[in-house]
């Protein structure tokens, strides 16, 4: 007859044990931070990269830095660079984030560009009586650089669908609200200085 044996293995922890990791070292509080460009200027639709210095911040950690603008509608900041959202002048700020005193500018000019095309995202859409729409627009440039414009939305007839603009911001528009009133096909046609884009509508 085979013998089954039972070995158990207990392991005591006896005594003190000292578990005490090594400090990590503080990282120092920010005392500088500089942005070398003290103004620039960029046309609509386009960005450019900002050089910013922190010290104790290699930059590659963006959470370093707070940004703010004094018009976002205009211009803002995203990942260290300008964007330029529409014509007109911003002054961007940067902010130490664990030292918000620690801070500087830069001032931005955003140049006009002329609207080469307007893009309704789809071609149609069917809407319940009961119920809305909104449907995407986007402006770009010759250079297919999307650029902010407020589109004007027209229905062909408002006894089936009204059309209104929806502001994104105080001097663009993104989006077109479809309000049905009656059950019914029609078309909108949204437009900006020459540039025009329509959708079809139907109301159920």
């Known amino acids: 007859m085979r013998s089954l044996h039972v070995v158990a293995v207990v392991i005591c922890l006896c005594g003190c044990v000292d578990w005490n990791l090594p400090d990590w070292p503080d990282t120092p509080d920010p ?19 900002l050089t910013v210095r922190l010290d104790h911040c290699n930059m590659v950690d963006s959470y370093c830095v707070t940004w703010s603008s004094s018009d976002y509608c205009v211009a803002d900041e995203v990942f260290n660079s300008v964007y330029g959202w ?9 902010f130490a984030t664990e030292r918000p005193s620690v801070r500087d500018s830069v001032f931005v000019t955003i140049t006009p560009v002329v609207a080469a095309s307007l893009r309704l995202a789809v071609d149609s859409v069917a809407i319940e009586l009961s119920s809305f729409a909104t449907v995407p627009v986007r402006f770009y440039d010759a250079a297919e650089h999307w650029i902010h414009r407020p589109a004007v939305p027209t229905s062909a007839d408002t006894l089936v ?15 077109i609200e479809l309000l049905p009133r009656g059950r019914g096909t029609t078309i909108v046609i949204a437009q900006f200085e020459g540039v025009a884009d329509t959708v079809h509508v139907t109301v159920f």
Do not use: M
């Open 161 to 175: 669908v009204l059309a209104k603009p929806i502001d994104t911001c105080t001097t663009s528009t993104d989006w």
């Open 86 to 94: 529409h014509s007109g002048s911003v002054v961007l700020r940067a």
């Open 31 to 49: 005392t500088h931070l500089d942005i070398l460009e003290s103004a620039i200027s960029i046309p609509e639709g386009e960005s450019q990269s």
